[in-house]
């Protein structure tokens, strides 16, 4: 016979729950942590009260205990809802902490440090300076070598061609005594090639010094020294016609313009270069709207001009048929080209300077810039001649200071607007520059002067 309220079975199996509950309780704070086990045993609490209510004799018939547990059962289940929840629980692809995890202990609250520990400073060493003399040398190994196989393949070519025109000129005027045509120009000489794409062509005129004079520069009607005139001379005894050269005579002067427009005609008319082009395995052919004779040449590997000079030697004067620009017609330019390369390289071998190294540098820097091109050649050349002779320390080791020197040097030559000729005083080797040509170079050297390396840098 069952007792009022849950029969006996449903007894024991709510005090079989009370004990796991029990044994819950007691384990909760291990598995779940003061809050979790805080959260659980509220939770439990409630539930045992109800349990116990069920399984309590109930006084039926009695309005005052009904409502007293009706009034516990809505306390309890207040109490469960207000029972803090459990922490949300972790997914599973989160992997960062575990499912359960103990309780963690109290973390430290951070220090405040009064100054931050000083990391360890990698000190990175500041960049190197270069000296001039380094920047010189730089510049030198640089921008001004050329290579040797290109070097190669021009004298190559320009000897190939300097061969065809000797014969066609022996063939074509057997009658006109021209010596041996041969090479020259910075690129043999060293004192100013920065590309293998200029040669010098020289085509001597031989003349017989008994039928011909030299007239000096003063005397012209130039009066200037560095021109000279050819004079025909023993016209009584020695008429027109006994020297093969008269046909170019004008006015008794050997006319440098009448020759050289013989031969700008030969080269541009009379010489097949498309047949001598293809057979040195280039483009050749020569220019026709200017009064130089040259010729342009294009291989795979090379580009390169070749200017032919006629050129006459007597009484140790060496005359290229350069006439200035104008009227004048008869003149020849006194070359002192190849006096200086000798002179230059006689003085360095002398003291194993370094003079060719500087000529270089210096034609380099003139050339490339655009308001110093009409100072690179000879000018430089009679700078570092005349300064040799006053300085004699040219080693490797002082490039730098020769290098500045010789700055100073233009400066005060472009002040005075006069540069002398090492070879001839007479001879200034700026009297063919403008005024406004040369206060150019002048304020372009003397900005120089307190920094070198203004004329270094890339144009």
């Known amino acids: 016979m069952a ?3 849950w029969p006996r079975g449903k007894r024991r199996e709510a005090g079989g729950l009370g004990s796991v509950l029990d044994l819950l309780l007691a384990n909760a704070r291990l ?3 003061v809050t979790g086990a805080a ?4 939770a439990t609490l409630a539930v045992k009260r109800l349990i116990d209510r069920a399984t309590s004799p109930r006084d039926e018939g009695d309005p005052k205990a009904e409502q007293k547990t009706l009034e516990e059962s809505w306390q309890d289940l207040a109490l469960i809802k207000a029972t803090p929840k459990p922490p949300k629980r972790q997914r599973r692809e989160d992997l960062s902490e575990p499912l359960l995890s103990l309780a963690r202990p109290p973390v430290p609250e951070p220090r405040i440090c ?10 990175s060493s500041p960049p190197r300076c270069l000296t001039l003399q380094e920047k010189l040398l730089s510049h030198y190994s640089s921008r001004l070598a050329v290579p040797e196989v290109q070097v190669s393949l021009t004298l190559q070519l320009a000897r190939s061609i300097c061969t065809q025109l000797q014969n066609f000129l022996r063939n074509k005027c057997p009658e006109l005594p021209f010596g041996s045509l041969f090479l020259s120009g910075p690129l043999l000489d060293g004192l100013e090639a920065l590309t293998a794409d200029r040669i010098h062509l020289m ?6 010094a008994a039928l011909w004079s030299l007239i000096p520069g003063e005397d012209t009607v130039v009066r200037n020294p560095q021109y000279w005139m050819i004079k025909r001379t023993d016209l009584e005894y020695f008429p027109r016609g006994c020297s093969p050269w008269d046909r170019f005579i004008v006015g008794q002067y050997l006319s440098s313009n009448a020759l050289n427009e013989t031969l700008h005609k030969m080269l541009v008319a009379s010489i097949n270069w498309p047949a001598i082009g293809s057979l040195l395995g280039s483009v050749i052919h020569p220019v026709v709207a200017t009064q130089e004779l040259k010729l342009e040449v294009k291989h795979d590997q090379v580009e390169m001009s070749i200017t ?13 048929a350069a006439p200035p620009e104008g009227l004048v017609e008869n003149l020849w330019l006194e070359s002192f080209y190849r006096a200086e390369v000798s002179k230059v390289k006689e003085l360095d071998a002398g003291d194993a300077g370094a003079r060719q190294r500087c000529l270089r540098i210096l034609n380099g820097v003139c050339k490339s810039h655009p308001a110093l091109h009409k100072l690179s050649g000879s000018p430089l050349t009679h700078v570092v001649l005349h300064l040799s002779a006053t300085s004699l320390d040219w080693a490797e080791e002082s490039l730098a200071d020769r290098f500045q020197q010789v700055l100073e040097e233009l400066v005060g030559y472009l002040e005075k607007g006069v540069l002398p000729s090492y070879f001839n005083h007479k001879i200034n080797l700026f009297c063919e520059l403008l005024e406004d040509e040369i206060d150019e170079m002048g304020f372009m050297l003397y900005r120089a002067l307190s920094e070198p390396e203004l004329l270094l840098k890339e144009k």
């Open 39 to 42: 959260a659980l045993a509220i």
């Open 114 to 123: 009064s100054a931050p520990p000083e990391t360890p400073r990698v000190e």
């Open 308 to 320: 032919l000079f006629p050129v006459v030697e007597m009484e140790g004067k060496v005359l290229l």
């Open 3 to 5: 007792e009022f309220g």
């Open 31 to 33: 598995v779940l942590g």
């Open 203 to 208: 085509l001597p005129v031989v003349l017989d």
